[in-house]
């Protein structure tokens, strides 16, 4: 196995890069944190909405959760290569592809943890607000939304992980990710399956259980800080 490291190593993490489009480990994980960060706004709108006081945006917005989250993500990614460029004659690349549907389901998983978050804030935070004379959008941008955001970094991280191992279904597409590239890396050694494949887990393990400690971590850190500042209220 350190034999095949030692040889494939960069092919692993840059795929083709320079002579080529960028590939492997680091496509993986520019897709994973691009689609978060692109999602993030759409995912703060989705969860406003997801609590507003008016039926007629949280209804639709609520029935578009559901859907996201009730159809496969492969379909989607199928869906978005192949059925929509058909139909609007408009063909996207496969990281393209794969990115816009990494930030559609993103937002809407964000949209979740941003309404979880509002719901859980007392409701005080919102009147006390108002009453210092903020407009509606300024107490959730300036005060609620902070708090949201920052008891929410945990689940956030973990949609990070979640967005890092989703990405290997662009391997169905064509896209050179770290997954694609292990199955390239096979194609050539051919007899050492079982090492290429292990490689790959590996990777993801690494990278996926760092980022859960983190996330963890956060967790812990963020509960301790809960339990001093209910001791100084005391």
């Given at each position: 196995?350190?034999?095949?490291?030692?040889?494939?190593?960069?092919?692993?993490?840059?795929?083709?890069?320079?002579?080529?489009?960028?590939?492997?480990?680091?496509?993986?994980?520019?897709?994973?944190?691009?689609?978060?960060?692109?999602?993030?706004?759409?995912?703060?709108?989705?969860?406003?909405?997801?609590?507003?006081?008016?039926?007629?945006?949280?209804?639709?917005?609520?029935?578009?959760?559901?859907?996201?989250?009730?159809?496969?993500?492969?379909?989607?990614?199928?869906?978005?290569?192949?059925?929509?460029?058909?139909?609007?004659?408009?063909?996207?690349?496969?990281?393209?592809?794969?990115?816009?549907?990494?930030?559609?389901?993103?937002a809407v998983y964000?949209?979740?943890?941003?309404?979880?978050?509002?719901?859980?804030?007392?409701?005080?935070?919102?009147?006390s607000a108002r009453?210092?004379?903020?407009?509606?959008?300024?107490?959730?941008?300036?005060?609620?939304?902070?708090?949201?955001?920052?008891?929410?970094?945990?689940?956030?991280?973990?949609?990070?992980?979640?967005?890092?191992?989703?990405?290997?279904?662009?391997?169905?597409?064509?896209?050179?990710?770290?997954?694609?590239?292990?199955?390239?890396?096979?194609?050539?050694?051919?007899?050492?399956?079982?090492?290429?494949?292990?490689?790959?887990?590996?990777?993801?393990?690494?990278?996926?259980?760092?980022?859960?400690?983190?996330?963890?971590?956060?967790?812990?850190?963020?509960?301790?800080?809960?339990?001093?500042?209910?001791?100084?209220?005391?």
């Amino acid at each position: 196995m350190l034999e095949l490291i030692d040889t494939y190593w960069l092919y692993f993490l840059v795929g083709q890069y320079p002579d080529g489009p960028l590939g492997g480990l680091a496509l993986t994980v520019l897709l994973s944190g691009a689609a978060l960060l692109l999602a993030m706004p759409l995912g703060l709108v989705l969860g406003v909405a997801r609590v507003s006081s008016r039926p007629a945006i949280r209804w639709p917005v609520g029935a578009l959760v559901q859907v996201v989250r009730a159809v496969p993500l492969l379909l989607v990614v199928f869906w978005a290569y192949f059925f929509l460029p058909a139909v609007t004659g408009v063909k996207t690349g496969q990281a393209t592809t794969m990115l816009m549907v990494l930030v559609l389901f993103d937002a809407v998983y964000l949209g979740e943890i941003v309404a979880a978050g509002l719901r859980a804030l007392p409701k005080g935070q919102l009147e006390s607000a108002r009453s210092l004379g903020l407009s509606y959008p300024q107490a959730l941008r300036l005060v609620v939304l902070p708090q949201t955001l920052r008891n929410g970094l945990p689940s956030i991280v973990s949609q990070l992980v979640s967005t890092i191992k989703a990405t290997s279904l662009g391997y169905i597409i064509g896209l050179s990710e770290v997954s694609f590239i292990a199955t390239q890396v096979n194609t050539l050694v051919f007899t050492r399956a079982v090492e290429v494949y292990l490689i790959l887990a590996l990777t993801y393990f690494i990278l996926c259980f760092g980022l859960s400690r983190l996330a963890y971590l956060a967790e812990r850190r963020l509960q301790g800080r809960a339990v001093r500042v209910d001791m100084h209220v005391s």
